[in-house]
């Protein structure tokens, strides 16, 4: 009996000696991506000076979706509740934001679009969120291909023989043909179509995910969106193949 105890007594202090998984750090924009969760393709980092970075794609990257429901987050900002740095940054020597900040900070971040950071991450769980200052955000393109719901604020936009997945926020406009911002697809006569079969009638993101919700197949679009960043910024319903 004493030999049984002695043995779960040791395997017990093994256990509690092994140690924690390490955390894998990567840098990107950051998504939400449903309640408490964010999504995240890793990109190269470098420092172009003491508080920016820049970001540059990875080949082969592959997106990471992570519950930041009990992350620890550092904003740039001098407050957890400011929208902008107003001049005024919070970084350490690695400029990485320091201002200590809660979960529902991140998310309400989030909400409002793209956040350039560095996640540390163990298994699907992000650990820690550091917001980061990007020096460029990219350069905006135009484009024409078709798009697919993949999601409520993402979609599948396929162009030149590529497919990107990008996000919308409420600052992402959707120009119409139809009669209604809240008709169907392509519903009715094309009343706001130009002569290049391009909307005319200015709506919004929630129009544009209710539109593609009522959709079975990929559509015919122009669009202006940021590379890199992945961020979809106005959609043009296109009539017929115009």
Same mark, same amino acid.
């Given at each position: 009996?004493?030999? &049984?105890?002695?043995f779960a007594? @040791? $395997?017990?202090?093994? !256990?509690? !000696?092994?140690?924690?998984e390490?955390?894998?750090?990567?840098?990107?924009?950051?998504?939400?991506?449903?309640?408490?969760?964010l999504?995240?393709?890793?990109?190269?980092?470098t420092?172009?000076?003491?508080?920016?970075?820049?970001?540059? !794609?990875?080949?082969?990257a592959?997106?990471?979706?992570?519950?930041?429901?009990k992350? @620890?987050?550092?904003?740039v900002?001098?407050a957890?509740?400011?929208?902008?740095?107003?001049?005024r940054?919070?970084?350490?020597a690695?400029?990485?934001?320091?201002?200590?900040?809660?979960?529902r900070?991140? $998310?309400?971040q989030?909400?409002?679009?793209?956040?350039?950071?560095?996640?540390?991450?163990?298994g699907?769980?992000?650990?820690?969120?550091?917001?980061?200052?990007? $020096?460029?955000?990219g350069?905006?393109?135009?484009?024409?291909?078709?798009?697919?719901?993949?999601?409520d604020?993402?979609? &599948?936009?396929?162009?030149?023989?590529?497919?990107?997945?990008?996000?919308?926020?409420?600052?992402?406009?959707?120009?119409?043909?139809?009669?209604?911002?809240?008709?169907?697809w &392509?519903?009715?006569?094309?009343?706001?179509?130009?002569?290049?079969?391009l909307?005319?009638?200015?709506?919004?993101?929630?129009h544009?995910?209710?539109?593609?919700?009522?959709?079975?197949?990929?559509?015919?679009?122009?669009?202006?969106?940021t590379?890199?960043v992945?961020?979809?910024?106005?959609?043009?319903?296109?009539f017929?193949?115009?």
């Amino acid at each position: 009996m004493r030999l &049984l105890v002695a043995f779960a007594t @040791a $395997a017990a202090a093994v !256990s509690l !000696s092994a140690p924690a998984e390490a955390a894998t750090a990567v840098y990107g924009f950051a998504w939400a991506d449903g309640k408490g969760h964010l999504r995240i393709v890793p990109k190269s980092a470098t420092r172009d000076s003491r508080v920016t970075y820049v970001l540059k !794609s990875l080949p082969k990257a592959k997106e990471l979706r992570l519950d930041h429901t009990k992350a @620890a987050y550092g904003r740039v900002t001098v407050a957890c509740d400011l929208k902008e740095t107003e001049g005024r940054v919070s970084v350490d020597a690695k400029g990485l934001g320091r201002t200590a900040c809660k979960p529902r900070h991140l $998310a309400d971040q989030l909400g409002r679009g793209p956040v350039a950071v560095r996640v540390e991450y163990t298994g699907g769980r992000a650990t820690r969120v550091n917001e980061i200052l990007v $020096a460029d955000w990219g350069t905006p393109r135009t484009a024409r291909g078709t798009i697919e719901r993949v999601g409520d604020t993402a979609v &599948l936009f396929a162009t030149g023989g590529k497919t990107i997945k990008l996000g919308y926020t409420y600052t992402t406009a959707f120009h119409r043909t139809t009669a209604r911002c809240g008709d169907g697809w &392509l519903t009715g006569e094309p009343v706001n179509a130009d002569r290049n079969g391009l909307g005319k009638k200015p709506c919004g993101w929630t129009h544009l995910t209710k539109a593609l919700k009522g959709t079975r197949h990929p559509v015919l679009v122009r669009v202006d969106y940021t590379p890199g960043v992945n961020a979809l910024n106005e959609v043009w319903e296109v009539f017929g193949d115009a």
